[in-house]
C-alpha cells in the first residue's frame, strides 16, 4: 500500500496492527535507514539507527524535518516503511553540511516501533 501526505509518500511492507497511529506531540521510537537520492536515482545512505539504540523524537514539534513526521504519523505500531521526501519538507536548499546536498530528496525506511 502507498499513502501520500503533502507530497511525502509512504510504502508500507510490512503492516502494523492497523489501529494505533502517533498523535502530535506523542513521543515515538523508530528504527531508520535514511538516504539521499542522486540525480541518477541512486540512493547514497547517510545515517542509520539499526545498530545503535531506536532514535525518539516528539512528532510535529520541530525536532526533525517536517517530512519524517508526516510519514511516521501514517505508520501503525510494528509497521515498516518507505518515506520518500522531498527537499523542501527535508532539508531544502541548504542541504545537511558534509552528508546531503542541497535540494535533495530523502528516503527513509522506516519501522515504528512504539509511542507514549
Do not use: W
Request: one cysteine or more; glycine letters at 10%; a negative charge.
Amino acid at each position: 500500500m502507498t499513502t501520500s501526505n503533502e507530497e511525502v509518500t509512504v510504502e508500507i511492507f510490512k503492516a502494523g496492527d492497523g489501529m494505533n497511529y502517533p498523535e502530535q506531540g506523542q513521543t515515538v521510537a523508530i528504527h531508520y535507514t535514511a538516504c539521499f537520492l542522486k540525480d541518477d536515482g541512486t540512493c547514497v545512505e547517510f545515517d542509520s539507527t539499526r545498530h545503535r539504540k531506536p532514535f525518539k523524537f516528539n512528532l510535529f514539534s520541530e525536532q526533525v524535518i517536517p517530512g519524517l513526521c508526516l510519514g511516521v504519523s501514517q505508520l501503525s505500531i510494528g509497521e515498516q516503511g518507505k518515506i520518500t521526501i522531498p527537499s523542501s519538507l527535508a532539508f531544502g536548499d541548504k542541504g545537511l553540511p558534509a552528508l546531503v546536498p542541497k535540494n535533495a530528496d530523502l528516503t527513509f525506511m522506516v519501522e515504528l516501533l512504539g509511542f507514549k
